[in-house]
């Protein structure tokens, strides 16, 4: 057995820079059907998508590529696919408040990243987009929230980018050591993992 | 190229019933690794997991227990991996309310489930469990919530077990149509996918 993490989990990185590869309607297929087999509390499955390919419709693109904060707008718009992940606010079996869909669009995009990352691609989330302003520009219903934008291609040879960008780019992630969010038995508990 | 979404998000489900195989540590420590490499909003890595092995800590195994509806008692009971994941609910950074810390903690919580099906093992999650229970059994402190409730083990070989139980966990996972969830360029716009 092999004692690393699955290549596509240890891998997945939100890049910046992006090759021109077109990306094809299977792919695309491959994406959302990925995130469409997530798990979800009473199987609401709350997620919803809206894409955008840049050569395709660059007028879909311009309007979610508007609704990114000014820092993002830099580096996404040369992201070959944009789209905003919304979720269903209430249940539909009783119309009440569903307090995990926001929890459970988080697994569908997370699933959505891994299959991208097992296709050669890179989603790079966003949290700082306006949602107000994506549900007006996008018709997003009563009902439903825009949650999170993001940005997906291929990745950029980074040979090919400027020397300062390629060190950036290739900075090694950082995450807290695992005993600091890993606890045996009850909080603080040693997990001598 | 492979036209199938990779196998890992394919096969994963949410079974009922577990074999006795025991997890090792190094199984354990490749889940968490896993979820520890999620993305995060400015990688707060808000997700914070407690965990108890049946065999190895039958006490914290049942306080666990405890806390779960009694209908998910009644299966999870057989699971030897218990456990219950936690957020953060305001920025290190800032102390000011992380908004996407529960979206992220699901993230967590479906790669963690990605790498135990690479591993041949099966994640449940329930919503169904007291967190405030939780909270206080597990001594989770002031700043950090409960948020949801696993069990995860080899699964049971369906052979094994009665055939009316066969038949039930035999049962195909379903989901709505991609062109239910998937939209271009805005709201209802047909994909084509």
Redesign the interface.
Known sequence: ?S????S???N?K?VRFFSEKTIT??I???L???A????S???E?P??????LQKE?P??YG?ILDCLATANQSWASNAPLLLIACTKTNFTYNNRPN??S??????????L???AE??GLSVH?M?GFDPKQAEE?????DG?RA??AAAAGYPANLNDLPSKIQAKESEP????P?QD?????????N???
């Open positions: 057995m004692l690393e993490i699955h596509s989990i240890q997945r939100s309607k299977e695309l297929t491959l959302f059907e990925a469409r087999w997530s798990p509390c009473f199987n499955q997620w919803r998508f809206i894409y955008t419709n007028d879909g309007k307090t995990h926001v929890y459970d669009v988080g697994q569908s995009m997370a699933i990243s891994i299959q097992v296709l989330q949290a520009l996008l018709s997003i219903p439903f949650i999170t992630r950082k995450r807290h695992l969010c890993v606890f045996e038995g009850k909080w603080g508990g997990s001598g993992l």
